[in-house]
């Protein structure tokens, strides 16, 4: 029986949305399989519609009436996407990430009830910003503040892979729920979820930092532009040669739409545009 794999992304609103057209292009430099964006509004649905239509992508398009305004409700909801992959494995990659190599492992399960998940950057649990992130979720789960400081990697929810077996997915989704008044909750959640379930940890090639991460290694997988650092504050222009690249190849037709909801793009542009 063949088992069928893809990758997916999910877009609210339409401030990421010129960055998921990157991570798009980015993608099918090194990737040709299947590959579904997720939209949850309006305006998310209508990049979603110019995206599919480009056959360059070669990406589906499925909009999901969800909605998302909540406080901390993307977060929340990214914990549930494994209730929405058409895939039997599915690897999941956030709209700020640019790939730069292969993503084979991110596909091979030893055990179809593990998780795959990736370390960010060289970044460990008894670090001094994610044990403190930890270590403030006492109030709701303290039985499994210990194990996870005591883990190691720091995991990141940029990037991440699973079956439909995967054992954590039945409890990632109600521990966030729990710990939603906290910074980035499902990260967390996952992060003190992993010493519990069978998971497998990709390392920090699989989600290297632009800021914090080794860009000069030449293996390399994703860069994580995480936080709105695509323009500033990044060691790297990778993100900008790639954005040029797409307008001049009016990629998604690009052109008639950018730089949409992203204020700090726009301001870029602006600027730029003033020289």
Known sequence: MSTSSGIIYLLS?????????ISLVSLRQQYQGSVTVFTTDNDAAEVGDRIA???RLNTHHVRLDENLKRRKGAYLFKTRLHEFSPYDVT?????DTVVTGPLDELFE???????????????VTSGRIISGRIRSWKDTHP????????????INTGIFAFTRQSEILKHWSSVTERGKRHFIPDEVAMQLLVPQYPCHVLDGRFNCSCIYGELSSPDVRVIHFHG???????KT???????????NENIANLKSWTPSGDKRLA???????GV
């Open 267 to 273: 301001a870029h542009l602006e600027e730029t545009d």
């Open 53 to 55: 239509s480009d056959p």
């Open 228 to 234: 709105g650092k695509h323009i500033k504050k990044t």
């Open 91 to 95: 690897a999941y990659l956030d709209c």
């Open 109 to 123: 399960f030893q055990d179809a009830r593990q998780m795959i998940v990736t370390q960010f950057c060289n970044w």
């Open 143 to 154: 039985e499994l503040v210990e194990p996870a400081l005591q883990f190691g990697p720091a």
């Open 13 to 21: 609103g339409t401030s990421h949305a010129v960055r998921l057209v």
């Open 237 to 247: 222009d990778r993100w900008l040669i790639a954005y040029e690249s797409a307008i």
